[in-house]
């Protein structure tokens, strides 16, 4: 059905009434039969025609009716299968062979005989007709088809269609019919409408398919048909024609469903379908994302608020008719005073608006793109008023009269209202809008037009439908992705982690993950880790002004505990909720699109604070007494599976469009692609890591635009591309290296209820873990220091104090030595003992520090690894106890007294350790 043809209001819509008679000249009818009667048009005129069989009426109209052997159906014009009809050998069999022919289709004849010029005739045997009266006959329908009914032609069926030399006065089974095959028509679409382009009516509901013994009760009225030519039916029983009903009985007998209202324009009827229903009936529910208007309905937001001294209006609309009211609020029903409105008016938007006094009229200096989206601004500063239209010139007016304040108490309309006639002088148009509505932004709050509860707007409505229904039904997106409308008329395919590109038909490795604004990454949350105290840092390349980086939330009500980082128009914005109100601090200046950008973010209780970059802090506070963070639902990153699921006061509407390279949650590094448990839409970022310029098995760290690579044993430089002449004896390293042992004559020598440790050191940092072993940590996402209660062994550095820990399983021992002798470039000596719950540490064969770990355990119970040097992720696997790896050299480690360990012959596995320099830079 065209936009054109709704846009100028010229629906077509059906009635129904009871007929009890038919001539007798015409049909006869069998007193359970039911024959509809067609008024507004004849068997030849009508197009399309839903008849099987057509036979005209005197005095006006026509009837539909079945050959011998099928019935009428409930809906008044297609043809069911008779189970009880018995063959009535008044007339022989008829029989009908048809020779296909691979020559062009046939022409019609003037009169309707069908015959192909350049190839064989088709050849028919007839009994009881004649070849020239009959054109093909099917000896047995298909059963159980429902002839014309749409969606009921598999491939190879046959289904009769009424002939257009069909005489009105032959019995059914002398009634002539056109064979189809596999859904093509053997007429030209001149003499025979289309029904492959124009499909006969739908049924509201479920159809009456087997109605046997019940054609006098429970009749399905069949829906109004929206189309042009559609005639107007009006269902009829048992013989007898009526006259059609007037307009105001027009609704007798239609019922329309989910508090529908049938409604008679020009003396037809049809149903109004409340805000998420359509369909004739309003039988069909339907969500409404960007909203279509057909002429016939409107949709109510909330009353504007904040537009009594001022307002600006932002609006993406495709109009398909030239003339209607897009958008329009006022004080009064009627709109006698104080209102606005923007219409079209012959294809030019015009702007009103009175403070009470006297109109502005503004109009676009060009003319709306008909079938096109539309960009249009509208601004109001007290009396004064602007109008912008795809970005031509600013047209500008001012009200009449003294007073510069507008009162709005009616709802804001948008695409039409609900009582036209009463408004139409004051807005200069008499129609509602025909055409798409995708964006409305009033005062920078972006409306959603779903109807109102969690998360729309919309309030009530009438007549709504979807402009993206049907988008996706021609899509496939491949390896199990799935489509979703993006806009109105574009579509996205939402790809499982893995699979990226347009149909989810790529596959490639990720190292640094981008995200397209349909992205998202989702991990384990916060949960109660972050009560008091919360540190992100969080390293990004973006490519759009707008989206969601970061967000954990605590229900899916919209409602609670949460916490935030985002775009908005470039700036950074971090928002948290305790439960009482939201605080939300944003950057100073907008980030640089296409650059990497550090933002950190952190709050101790309510206080909040912001830096981007080199930056100042910009500080701020929550609301109410809350101090605590709760934070029970997944983190996601880049985006969110459901922004419904955001809450109200993170106003978050679009995911991040861009890169991010680094996660850092209080001082633990976030695996981006390890960690997650779960995902989608995810594609490799542009970055020197893309190209695994890392050699020998080298991996590849990013920091911003640059990189580093962390060489195996045995390689070394900038690439990992050079080869060790020999491996190092006295081990340095750099604060991004480890070395790795799971040799059980190590293993068990840490393990156990005793432990010596000695061996030499010349450390450079003030702090990194110099010795573990332990099992994995028990938390679930980032839980606070105290709570990890597992068993290991560390010695390392923290902020230049020498530290030895250790749990064995019901509390942690801290032994600390303090001494900046430590650091000054020499050979240190440090020997460690632990005989069960108690542990010594001594320094250079002087320097002796006790302590005791708490509880009854004695025995160490690790995950058999040993660390030395640090290890692939510090903060995470020690629960934040150290942060980094040591940096400077080690030599001579020993064991019990008795096993020398071959620093590097033992290890399984290292990174980046090279031979200590015989002068280590200090």
Same mark, same amino acid.
């Given at each position: 059905?065209?936009?054109?043809?709704?846009?100028?209001?010229?629906?077509?819509?059906?009635?129904?009434?009871?007929?009890?008679?038919?001539?007798?000249?015409?049909?006869?009818?069998?007193? %359970?039969?039911?024959?509809?009667?067609?008024?507004?048009?004849?068997?030849?005129?009508?197009?399309? *025609?839903?008849?099987?069989?057509?036979?005209?009426? $005197?005095?006006?109209?026509? &009837?539909?009716?079945?050959?011998?052997?099928?019935?009428?159906?409930?809906?008044?014009?297609?043809?069911?299968?008779?189970?009880?009809?018995?063959?009535? %050998?008044?007339?022989?069999? &008829?029989?009908?062979?048809?020779?296909?022919?691979?020559?062009?289709?046939?022409?019609?004849?003037?009169?309707?005989?069908?015959?192909? @010029?350049?190839?064989?005739?088709?050849?028919?045997?007839?009994?009881?007709?004649?070849?020239?009266?009959?054109?093909?006959?099917?000896? *047995?329908?298909?059963?159980?088809?429902?002839?014309?009914?749409?969606?009921?032609?598999?491939?190879?069926?046959?289904?009769? %269609?009424?002939?257009?030399?069909?005489?009105?006065?032959?019995?059914?089974?002398?009634?002539?019919?056109? &064979?189809?095959?596999?859904?093509?028509?053997?007429?030209?679409?001149?003499?025979?409408?289309?029904?492959?382009?124009?499909?006969?009516?739908?049924?509201?509901?479920?159809?009456?398919?087997?109605?046997?013994?019940?054609?006098?009760?429970?009749?399905?009225?069949?829906?109004?048909?929206?189309?042009?030519?559609?005639?107007?039916?009006?269902?009829?029983?048992?013989?007898?024609?009526?006259?059609?009903?007037?307009?105001?009985?027009?609704?007798?007998?239609?019922?329309?469903?989910?508090?529908?209202?049938?409604?008679?324009?020009?003396?037809?009827?049809?149903?109004?379908?409340?805000?998420?229903?359509?369909?004739?009936?309003?039988?069909?529910?339907?969500?409404?994302?960007?909203?279509?208007?057909?002429?016939?309905?409107?949709?109510?937001?909330?009353?504007?608020?904040?537009?009594?001294?001022?307002?600006?209006?932002?609006?993406?609309?495709?109009?398909?008719?030239?003339?209607?009211?897009?958008?329009?609020?006022?004080?009064?029903?009627?709109?006698?005073?104080?209102?606005?409105?923007?219409?079209? *008016?012959?294809?030019?938007?015009?702007?009103?608006?009175?403070?009470?006094?006297?109109?502005?009229?503004?109009?676009?200096?060009?003319?709306?793109?008909?079938?096109?989206?539309?960009?249009?601004?509208?601004?109001?500063?007290?009396?004064?008023?602007?109008?912008?239209?795809?970005?031509?010139?600013?047209?500008?007016?001012?009200? @009449?009269?003294?007073?510069?304040?507008?009162?709005?108490?009616?709802?804001?309309?948008?695409?039409?209202?609900?009582?036209?006639?009463?408004?139409?002088?004051?807005?200069?148009?008499?129609?509602?809008?025909?055409?798409?509505? @995708?964006?409305?932004?009033?005062?920078?709050?972006?409306?959603?037009?779903?109807?109102?509860?969690?998360?729309?707007?919309?309030?009530?409505?009438?007549?709504?439908?979807?402009?993206?229904?049907?988008?996706?039904?021609?899509?496939?997106?491949?390896?199990?992705?799935?489509?979703?409308?993006?806009?109105?008329?574009?579509?996205?395919?939402?790809?499982?982690?893995?699979? %990226?590109?347009?149909?989810?038909?790529?596959?490639?490795?990720?190292?640094?993950?981008?995200?397209?604004?349909?992205?998202?990454?989702?991990?384990?949350?916060?949960?109660?880790?972050?009560?008091?105290?919360?540190?992100?840092?969080?390293?990004? $390349?973006?490519?759009?002004?707008?989206?969601?980086?970061?967000?954990?939330?605590?229900?899916?009500?919209?409602?609670?505990?949460?916490?935030?980082?985002?775009?908005?128009?470039?700036?950074?914005?971090?928002?948290?909720?305790?439960?009482?109100?939201?605080?939300?601090?944003?950057?100073?200046?907008?980030?640089?699109?296409?650059?990497?950008?550090?933002?950190?973010?952190?709050?101790?209780?309510?206080?909040?604070?912001?830096?981007?970059?080199?930056?100042?802090?910009?500080?701020?506070?929550?609301?109410?007494?809350?101090?605590?963070?709760?934070?029970?639902?997944?983190?996601?990153?880049?985006?969110?599976?459901?922004?419904?699921?955001?809450?109200?006061?993170?106003?978050?509407?679009?995911?991040?469009?861009?890169?991010?390279?680094?996660?850092?949650?209080?001082?633990?590094?976030?695996?981006?692609?390890?960690?997650?448990?779960?995902?989608?839409?995810?594609?490799?970022?542009?970055?020197?890591?893309?190209?695994?310029?890392?050699? *020998?098995?080298?991996?590849?760290?990013?920091?911003?635009?640059?990189?580093?690579?962390?060489?195996?044993?045995?390689?070394?430089?900038?690439?990992?591309?050079?080869?060790?002449?020999?491996?190092?004896?006295?081990?340095?390293?750099?604060?991004?290296?480890?070395?790795?042992?799971?040799?059980?004559?190590? &293993?068990?020598?840490?393990?156990?209820?005793?432990?010596?440790?000695?061996?030499?050191?010349?450390?450079?940092?003030?702090?990194?873990?110099?010795?573990?072993?332990?099992?994995?940590?028990?938390?679930?996402?980032?839980?606070?220091?105290?709570?990890?209660?597992?068993?290991?062994?560390?010695?390392?550095?923290?902020?230049?104090?020498?530290?030895?820990?250790?749990?064995?399983?019901?509390?942690?021992?801290?032994?600390?030595?303090?001494?900046?002798?430590?650091?000054?470039?020499?050979?240190?000596?440090?020997?460690?003992?632990?005989?069960?719950?108690?542990?010594?540490?001594?320094?250079?064969?002087?320097?002796?520090?006790?302590?005791?770990?708490?509880?009854?355990?004695?025995?160490?119970?690790?995950?058999?690894?040993?660390?030395?040097?640090?290890?692939?992720?510090?903060?995470?696997?020690?629960?934040?106890?150290?942060?980094?790896?040591?940096?400077?050299?080690?030599?001579?480690?020993?064991?019990?007294?008795?096993?020398?360990?071959?620093?590097?012959?033992?290890?399984?596995?290292?990174?980046?350790?090279?031979?200590?320099?015989?002068?280590?830079?200090?």
């Amino acid at each position: 059905m065209s936009a054109t043809f709704l846009g100028t209001n010229m629906l077509i819509t059906l009635a129904f009434c009871l007929i009890p008679f038919l001539s007798p000249d015409r049909v006869t009818a069998s007193p %359970h039969k039911k024959i509809a009667a067609f008024y507004n048009g004849d068997c030849s005129s009508t197009v399309p *025609n839903p008849c099987q069989i057509c036979v005209d009426i $005197k005095g006006g109209g026509f &009837v539909c009716d079945c050959p011998q052997g099928w019935k009428l159906g409930s809906n008044g014009f297609s043809c069911l299968k008779d189970k009880t009809w018995k063959p009535d %050998h008044k007339f022989p069999p &008829v029989q009908s062979e048809v020779v296909k022919s691979e020559g062009e289709r046939p022409e019609p004849s003037a009169h309707g005989d069908t015959q192909n @010029q350049s190839g064989p005739k088709e050849q028919q045997v007839v009994e009881g007709g004649s070849a020239q009266d009959v054109r093909l006959v099917a000896q *047995n329908p298909p059963d159980p088809l429902e002839l014309g009914a749409p969606g009921s032609l598999p491939d190879n069926d046959v289904v009769l %269609h009424r002939s257009q030399d069909m005489k009105a006065g032959l019995d059914p089974p002398q009634a002539m019919y056109q &064979v189809r095959e596999n859904g093509a028509d053997a007429l030209d679409n001149n003499v025979w409408p289309d029904y492959e382009k124009a499909p006969l009516p739908p049924l509201m509901g479920p159809p009456d398919f087997d109605d046997d013994d019940n054609d006098d009760e429970n009749i399905i009225v069949p829906p109004p048909y929206f189309d042009e030519g559609d005639p107007g039916r009006m269902a009829i029983e048992g013989g007898e024609v009526v006259e059609p009903p007037r307009a105001s009985s027009a609704c007798d007998g239609i019922a329309c469903l989910h508090n529908g209202s049938c409604v008679v324009e020009e003396g037809y009827a049809r149903c109004n379908c409340p805000l998420g229903f359509a369909g004739s009936y309003c039988e069909r529910e339907l969500e409404v994302r960007f909203p279509r208007f057909r002429g016939t309905g409107y949709l109510a937001l909330p009353v504007l608020r904040d537009g009594y001294k001022e307002f600006a209006v932002a609006m993406e609309f495709r109009p398909e008719a030239k003339n209607g009211l897009l958008l329009f609020s006022s004080e009064f029903e009627d709109a006698r005073k104080d209102f606005f409105a923007i219409t079209l *008016n012959n294809g030019l938007v015009e702007f009103r608006f009175d403070c009470g006094t006297g109109q502005a009229v503004l109009v676009s200096p060009v003319p709306v793109r008909m079938g096109q989206w539309n960009q249009l601004i509208v601004a109001r500063n007290e009396n004064r008023g602007s109008l912008q239209l795809n970005g031509a010139d600013v047209v500008e007016g001012i009200a @009449q009269g003294a007073f510069t304040r507008i009162t709005l108490r009616q709802n804001l309309y948008i695409g039409g209202y609900s009582r036209m006639t009463s408004i139409s002088a004051r807005v200069n148009t008499s129609k509602t809008f025909v055409g798409c509505v @995708q964006h409305l932004i009033i005062n920078g709050y972006r409306y959603d037009f779903r109807k109102g509860g969690l998360v729309g707007d919309s309030e009530f409505g009438v007549n709504v439908g979807e402009c993206s229904e049907g988008l996706c039904e021609r899509v496939f997106c491949h390896n199990g992705g799935t489509c979703h409308a993006k806009t109105a008329d574009t579509h996205v395919c939402l790809c499982p982690l893995g699979f %990226h590109g347009d149909e989810c038909e790529k596959e490639t490795a990720v190292q640094i993950p981008r995200f397209n604004g349909h992205s998202h990454l989702e991990f384990k949350g916060l949960g109660r880790s972050v009560l008091a105290f919360t540190e992100l840092e969080v390293v990004v $390349k973006p490519e759009g002004r707008d989206g969601l980086i970061l967000y954990n939330g605590y229900t899916h009500d919209r409602k609670g505990d949460f916490i935030a980082l985002s775009l908005r128009q470039g700036h950074v914005e971090f928002s948290f909720d305790l439960g009482t109100g939201p605080a939300l601090i944003r950057s100073d200046a907008p980030l640089r699109l296409h650059h990497w950008h550090v933002i950190r973010a952190s709050r101790t209780g309510l206080e909040g604070v912001l830096r981007v970059d080199e930056g100042p802090e910009v500080k701020g506070q929550s609301r109410g007494a809350y101090t605590q963070l709760t934070l029970l639902q997944n983190l996601f990153l880049g985006g969110h599976h459901n922004l419904d699921h955001t809450s109200r006061h993170a106003n978050l509407s679009s995911s991040f469009v861009g890169c991010i390279q680094k996660i850092v949650i209080n001082k633990r590094p976030l695996a981006l692609l390890e960690d997650n448990v779960g995902g989608r839409n995810v594609e490799p970022c542009q970055h020197p890591c893309e190209g695994e310029p890392c050699m *020998n098995g080298g991996e590849c760290r990013a920091d911003g635009e640059v990189y580093q690579c962390a060489c195996p044993l045995g390689y070394t430089n900038s690439n990992c591309e050079q080869e060790l002449e020999r491996l190092p004896t006295k081990p340095m390293f750099s604060g991004s290296s480890f070395l790795m042992y799971t040799n059980k004559d190590i &293993v068990k020598r840490v393990t156990g209820n005793k432990m010596d440790l000695q061996l030499y050191i010349k450390p450079r940092g003030r702090s990194g873990l110099l010795f573990w072993s332990g099992q994995e940590p028990l938390w679930e996402g980032v839980v606070e220091e105290s709570s990890a209660n597992f068993d290991y062994v560390a010695l390392g550095f923290v902020d230049g104090s020498l530290q030895l820990r250790f749990n064995l399983g019901s509390g942690e021992a801290l032994i600390g030595y303090n001494d900046t002798r430590l650091f000054d470039g020499k050979w240190h000596f440090i020997r460690v003992q632990r005989d069960n719950q108690d542990a010594y540490m001594e320094v250079d064969w002087r320097q002796i520090v006790e302590g005791s770990a708490p509880g009854t355990y004695t025995m160490l119970n690790t995950n058999r690894v040993v660390y030395l040097g640090g290890m692939p992720d510090v903060a995470k696997a020690t629960g934040r106890r150290f942060t980094s790896s040591y940096e400077g050299c080690l030599k001579d480690m020993l064991l019990a007294t008795d096993f020398k360990v071959k620093l590097i012959r033992h290890a399984n596995s290292g990174r980046n350790v090279v031979q200590c320099r015989k002068h280590l830079d200090v």
